[in-house]
C-alpha cells in the first residue's frame, strides 16, 4: 500500500544530505559539507530510505552509488535544490531593489529628460530588474495611479484629484520649443515673432493638452487668434513624419526637441528662433502614500530625483 504522500515530503537538509552523498561517496564527508556529525546523517538517511520506501543507496567498498530509485530522487532533488537557491537570490534582490518589477508612467518631457537617466543607472546595477514606463497625458497618469496600477508618476495635479493621497516632489516647468523641418522657411531669419507663426499650418496634441494651451495662451496674450490651419494628433511619431514633409510647425516639449535635434540622434530638425519664451505649468513626482513602493520603485524614484538635482546644479 502506497504511502501517504505528505509522508513522502522531503525537507531541504535531506536533499542537500542525498545530493553530498551522491557527489562524494561518503556519509562522513557528505555530513561534514552540509554541518552534521556522521551519525545525524546516517541517522537523516536511514529516515529518509524509511520514509520514501526504497533504498537510495549502495554500500560498496569505493563509496555509496545511488540506486535506480536513489537516481530518480536526485533527478528531482537537484531541480528542488537550485529553486530554492535561486528563491533566495530573488527574495534578496527584491529586498535590494535589485529585481523584481516596477511600472511608472510620465508626461513627455521628464520621461526623457529624467526617467531615461534614472533607468540606466538602475540597470547597470539591476539587469533583471522589469520595467515598464507609459507616456500619456496627466489626467490618464493619475487616473492609473489611483487605481493602483502605477507605482509612481511625473505629472501634473489636477483639479479633479485629491492631493492629499499623494506623496509629492516638485520637479520643474517644462519649455516649449518650435520644431521644424530643416530647411524651414522661417529658419532664415535670426528672430520670429508669433505674428510670423500664424500663417504656417501646425500639427500639436488636443485641446486641452498642456503644451497646445500654452501656445494658445500666448497667441492671445499678444491679442492674436489662435492658428487656423492645424492638424490634430497625439502622436510624436506621427508629428515628426508630417514635420518631415511639410512646412509645418509643432509645438513640443524643449526636452524632446533637444534630444532630437542633438548628437546622438541629430535628425533632420530645427527650433525656431521665437523672442517668446513659452511656458507650461510645473509637473511632479507623485505616489500614493496609502501604497508601499518596492525597493525597486524606491530605487528608481531616487534616481529620478538624484538626476533632477543633477539638473539644477544640486
Not at 546523517?41 to 569505493?62: C, D, I, K, N
Not at 508601499?292 to 546644479?313: K, M, N, T, W, Y
Request: hydrophobic share 45%; net charge neutral.
Amino acid at each position: 500500500m502506497a504511502m501517504p504522500a505528505a509522508r513522502q515530503m522531503l525537507k531541504p537538509a535531506q536533499l542537500r544530505l542525498l545530493q553530498a552523498i551522491a557527489e562524494h561517496g561518503q556519509v562522513q564527508l557528505a555530513a561534514e559539507i552540509v554541518g552534521m556529525s556522521q551519525p545525524a546523517a546516517s541517522r537523516m538517511l536511514a529516515e529518509t530510505e524509511r520514509q520514501l520506501g526504497a533504498s537510495l543507496f549502495l554500500r560498496q567498498p569505493r563509496g555509496m552509488v545511488p540506486t535506480e530509485f536513489g537516481l530518480a530522487v536526485l533527478r528531482r532533488a537537484s531541480v528542488i535544490l537550485r529553486e530554492m537557491a535561486g528563491m533566495v537570490v530573488d527574495l534578496e534582490n527584491l529586498r535590494e531593489g535589485l529585481g523584481g518589477s516596477v511600472r511608472v508612467g510620465s508626461v513627455t518631457g521628464p520621461a526623457v529628460n529624467y526617467l531615461v537617466s534614472a533607468i540606466r543607472e538602475v540597470k547597470e546595477v539591476a539587469p533583471n530588474a522589469e520595467i515598464t514606463v507609459d507616456v500619456m497625458p496627466s489626467r490618464d497618469l493619475m487616473t492609473q495611479l489611483v487605481a493602483g496600477e502605477m507605482d509612481f508618476v511625473l505629472a501634473r495635479i489636477l483639479p479633479e484629484f485629491d492631493s492629499t493621497d499623494f506623496s509629492i516632489h516638485p520637479m520643474r516647468d517644462e519649455k516649449v520649443a518650435f520644431l521644424v523641418r530643416q530647411g524651414h522657411p522661417l529658419m532664415r531669419a535670426p528672430i520670429v515673432t508669433l505674428t510670423e507663426l500664424l500663417g504656417y499650418e501646425w500639427i500639436m496634441q488636443q485641446r486641452g493638452a498642456p503644451i497646445r494651451e500654452a501656445t494658445l495662451s500666448a497667441f492671445a496674450g499678444l491679442g492674436l487668434s489662435e492658428p487656423q490651419n492645424v492638424v490634430n494628433s497625439p502622436s510624436t511619431l506621427l508629428t515628426l513624419a508630417y514635420l518631415a514633409q511639410t512646412d509645418a510647425i509643432a509645438p513640443l516639449s524643449a526636452e524632446v526637441t533637444e534630444l532630437l535635434i542633438r548628437p546622438p540622434i541629430s535628425a533632420q530638425f530645427c527650433v525656431l528662433p521665437v523672442a517668446h519664451d513659452l511656458r507650461v505649468s510645473p509637473y511632479y513626482l507623485l505616489h500614493l502614500k496609502r501604497r508601499h513602493l518596492s525597493a525597486l520603485a524606491l530605487r528608481l524614484r531616487e534616481g529620478v530625483i538624484a538626476q533632477l538635482a543633477r539638473d539644477q546644479g544640486g
